[in-house]
């Protein structure tokens, strides 16, 4: 494959060479005298009224720069998925321009394509890697028909801080489960093979570090000290670099101080020496250009000279690259050898991706068939009901079959929310709502607004005819994601009115909850005799919450993220240091005034309609490893499946640790009264921190090891174990 890159690296012109790292988003013209993302600013801020908007929009039309594509000066295009128009385009890419390399087309396909899975954030709590595999590999296969290459996904940015809109699109707090969820998936979109049509490039993002951003803010500034950077933040990225992920994409924030799409000990250093990464790096969105912005360019072609020396191959739609790389060359400022790496990346990947022999890797037919095939429903519904965590059980769940049932607040009719976001592809109508589920399952139902319930003259009578409630409550898909970031966890006015006067109808409550990031819901508990965690569970919403509420299904999930009291909380987590003046109960504690100390739900909690004793902890030390091993019974009268969580702790060390850290996890079938020994071989190096001159240590010394259900209530053992030497 080298020899074929640098034959065709020797044959390309300059101009050829920079239009391989351009990557196109289609522009949308219309009516309009403005661009495209002014006209949408001017609907956002008011200025066009939505109305206005739509109808411009009526007028638009996708402008693919056709002739720019002839003259060889695209590469790639983002946001493109419809079989017809990738295959008029590859044809012009291999027909008509000069040396006819194909096209690669990138789009972001986080959590399913047409058929919508819950929100990472949400499937990240089945902690089930097989689970986390097939429903990427379902989504490449259906992605694949639509003509996508390449995924903007896996996103591993490992976040503590529930204000940041984008914690929906990871796998929540831990690092070690981001590097679990990141792997399976790098598997499950690349598949056995990327010259399968049913595969697609993996793009692990946002590197590095992005979930750091201060306050929660989104694009804010990032500082990490090296020890928090390596021991928190980066795993995640390298686990799915050494499972083969093809292609890295750098974060939009910089990292203490040098933005990542310029920052060369990142991207060359980190990535391509320590890692030894020899796929493609591609920006984020014009992020490229915005080094101007950021300070750190004085102008777009000083830009476009730091991004390509730092790295970055591909430019994802600003027009950095192709306005200023041959500039750049011809005066010497860019060394061609720079611009051939770059190029010489990107053109390995087509080859990996066989687009020089088979360009055309869908036709309609095939996307016909393939989008939201059946067995692709029952895999997102599967997939919603693992990701689903019970928070709160008086007893009322599983209802009954043929209770009637009175369905309040507007999220548990609309089907557009339940598909959360990046879920660009999937109409409303794709979705199944709790209300159609209602329907579909003959249920006598009824549905109320927060309105009609905040209004009504007695809730007990409105009431009174119904045996529960079900109260649907939380966010919108758009009040989570990118760009979304919040300064108030609570539920909104409108709903939290609801639920007080639910709460005094007489009938038993039980809240549904859809969000994309753990919500401030302490008054819940008080309020609702069941609480259920959805998130944004996708296409098949409406049929898994029901399958959980009656009993069909038995909830398994498990929180990736701290719930708190309260926003001021944030940013929170499980894995923190004790400090010299641990929460305790004297005032000279470290703790809040208004706020108790543990949160409303923990790292790792979930319930279950059966429940799950621990006993018989056991270490056993090997040279190289230590054997972690426990007995778990299933001790109610319901099958289930219980995620045993292990966790270690180094009580002295030579700087300060994390009260808990998770270092493994298994989730298994437990039917009632079965009672399993649960075993974790450890390898020693999973005990290892960097000391403060940056060097990697496994001491020898004392560890405690923590085995339970979740990260607050576990067995604990003490032991003595010798190190590694270095
Ligand atoms: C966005 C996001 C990135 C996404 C890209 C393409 O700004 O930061 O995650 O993949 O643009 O849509």
């Not at 920079?18 to 403005?34: E, H, K, R, T, Y």
């Not at 789009?107 to 954030?121: A, E, M, S």
């Not at 919450?545 to 719930?563: A, D, E, Q, W």
């Amino acid at each position: 494959m080298e020899k074929k890159i640098k034959s065709l690296l020797d044959r390309m012109t300059l101009e050829e060479k920079a239009g391989q790292l351009q990557q196109c988003g289609p522009s949308i013209v219309g009516a309009f005298d403005v661009d495209f993302e002014e006209l949408v600013n001017m609907a956002y801020d008011g200025r066009i009224s939505g109305e206005e908007f739509q109808r411009l929009m009526s007028t638009a039309e996708q402008d693919y720069h056709e002739s720019e594509l002839r003259a060889g000066r695209i590469g790639s295009y983002n946001g493109i998925s419809d079989a017809k128009i990738v295959n008029r385009l590859q044809k012009i890419a291999v027909e008509e321009t000069r040396l006819g390399i194909p096209l690669l087309f990138g789009y972001d396909v986080l959590h399913g394509y047409r058929t919508v899975t819950p929100i990472p954030l949400g499937e990240s709590c089945a902690w089930d890697p097989d689970l986390w595999e097939r429903t990427a590999r379902m989504s490449a296969e259906e992605a694949g028909a639509g003509g996508i290459h390449m995924t903007f996904a896996p996103m591993v940015d490992v976040s503590k801080d529930a204000r940041w809109g984008r914690i929906s699109e990871g796998a929540g707090e831990d690092a070690y489960l981001n590097a679990k969820y990141g792997v399976a998936k790098v598997k499950g979109f690349q598949g056995s093979s990327l010259k399968e049509p049913d595969t697609m490039i993996a793009c692990v993002k946002h590197f590095a570090g992005y979930g750091a951003v201060e306050s929660g803010r989104d694009y804010n500034r990032v500082d990490l000290s090296p020890q928090k950077l390596y021991e928190e933040y980066l795993p995640p990225y390298e686990a799915c670099v050494r499972a083969g992920a093809r292609a890295v994409m750098p974060a939009f924030n910089d990292l203490d101080g040098v933005p990542c799409t310029i920052n060369q000990w990142l991207l060359r250093k980190v990535l391509r020496e320590d890692w030894q990464f020899d796929g493609m790096t591609i920006s984020d969105a014009n992020a490229i250009a915005e080094c101007v912005e950021h300070g750190i360019a004085a102008d777009r072609r000083d830009a476009a000279a730091k991004a390509l020396l730092a790295g970055v191959d591909m430019d994802m739609t600003s027009d950095c690259y192709s306005q200023h790389v041959v500039h750049l060359v011809e005066e010497g400022i860019l060394p061609e050898e720079v611009l051939d790496q770059a190029v010489g990346n990107i053109l390995r990947i087509k080859m990996e991706l066989g687009l020089f022999e088979h360009p055309f890797r869908t036709d309609e037919e095939k996307e016909k068939k393939t989008i939201l095939k059946p067995e692709f429903r029952a895999t997102a519904r599967k997939a919603a009901e693992e990701s689903m965590v019970l928070l709160e059980n008086s007893g009322i769940l599983p209802l009954r079959t043929e209770c009637r049932i009175a369905l309040s607040g507007e999220l548990a009719g609309i089907r557009s929310e339940m598909s959360g976001t990046w879920a660009i592809k999937c109409s409303g109508e794709d979705c199944v709502s709790i209300a159609d589920a209602c329907a579909q399952r003959r249920i006598e139902y009824e549905t109320y607004t927060e309105e009609e319930i905040i209004r009504c003259d007695s809730v007990e009578e409105l009431f009174q005819g119904y045996d529960v409630i079900l109260a649907a409550v939380g966010e919108k898909k758009n009040q989570s994601g990118e760009a979304a970031s919040r300064t108030d966890l609570a539920l909104a006015p409108i709903q939290k009115k609801m639920l007080e006067r639910l709460a005094k109808s007489g009938r038993p409550v039980v809240a549904v909850i859809f969000n994309g990031r753990p919500l401030a819901i302490p008054e819940l508990k008080g309020q609702a005799q069941a609480i259920l965690e959805a998130w944004h569970p996708g296409v098949e919403a409406g049929n898994a919450i029901l399958n959980i509420l009656f009993g069909t299904v038995n909830p398994s999930g498990k929180l990736t993220t701290t719930f708190p009291h309260a926003v001021g909380e944030c940013p929170v987590y499980y894995d923190h240091i004790r400090t010299g003046r641990p929460a305790g109960r004297s005032k000279f504690t470290s703790k809040y005034l208004d706020v108790p100390s543990e949160p409303v739900y923990p790292f790792g909690y979930g319930l279950s309609y059966t429940a799950y004793t621990y006993s018989d902890l056991e270490i056993a030390e090997r040279k190289e490893s230590v054997t972690v091993s426990v007995k778990v019974k299933n001790v109610g009268d319901v099958d289930g499946m219980e995620i045993v969580q292990c966790y270690f702790h180094d009580p002295v060390a030579l700087r300060v640790r994390p009260v808990k850290k998770l270092i493994d996890f298994v989730k298994t079938p437990l039917s009632a009264g079965e009672e399993k020994r649960v075993v974790f071989e450890i390898p020693k190096e999973k005990l290892g921190y960097y000391d403060p001159q940056m060097r990697f240590v496994v001491e020898a010394g004392e560890y405690e090891f923590f085995v339970g259900g979740n990260s607050s209530d576990c067995l604990v053992c003490r032991t003595n174990l010798c190190g590694l030497s270095n």
